[in-house]
């Protein structure tokens, strides 16, 4: 939604799915069966960044789409030369293009994830109202200050969205929480 709602006011976005699930490429209407080329084939070195960008339906949105291929994406690499960096140095190429590239990962903590994080100058983080959440906040807090401190110095981090907020006293005490906490990184919508 927030590609969309800045590809309308006239920026152009870039958005790079690298979630196995690919949620991101079929919520912009990019039939995942139908792509050729994806983040995937990015990272593992078999297309260059300019192959794998697709427009969308949405004015001035391109996609990076995933594919499921990325799931095994991690055994993959691990053998790679500094494949902590393969995301950045392919977007390096393209970044000038685009007004916001956005970058969508895997609510897991590996290697894809550590890729979009070193690629990153923000980190937005959605955070679902429940106390779960919580607890992997902190995992993910942990691990930006380890990127920050040892392959991304300028990686800062952008707020807190909280998402699936309902009006209960369960949601309303995690909202507190994470206000208190982080005072104006929690964004107040």
């Known amino acids: 939604n927030l590609v969309a709602a800045l590809g309308s006011k006239g920026y152009k976005v870039l958005l790079v799915d690298i979630d196995p699930q690919g949620n991101t490429t079929s919520g912009l209407g990019v039939n995942k069966r139908n792509i050729s080329k994806s983040s995937y084939d990015l990272l593992t070195g078999n297309a260059r960044t300019q192959e ?4 969308t339906e949405f004015a001035n949105v391109s996609i990076i789409p995933s594919s499921i291929n990325l799931a095994g994406a991690e055994i993959e690499l691990v053998s790679v030369e500094k494949r902590e960096f393969l995301l950045k140095n392919a977007l390096e190429k393209i970044r000038d293009d685009f007004d916001f590239i ?7 903590l590996g290697l894809i994830t550590l890729n979009g994080l070193v690629a990153a100058d923000t980190v937005l983080v959605p955070v679902q109202c429940e106390y779960l959440a919580l607890e992997g906040l902190s995992k993910l807090l942990n691990t930006i200050k380890i990127v920050k401190g040892n392959l ?9 969205l909280l998402t699936m907020y309902m009006r209960n006293r369960l949601n309303n005490q995690v909202a507190n929480e994470v206000r208190e906490h982080f005072g104006p990184l929690a964004y107040d919508t």
Do not use: Y
């Open 152 to 160: 991304n110095p300028s990686l800062e981090i952008e707020g807190f």
């Open 102 to 108: 956005f970058i969508d990962s895997p609510p897991s």
């Open 52 to 55: 794998v960008i697709i427009q």
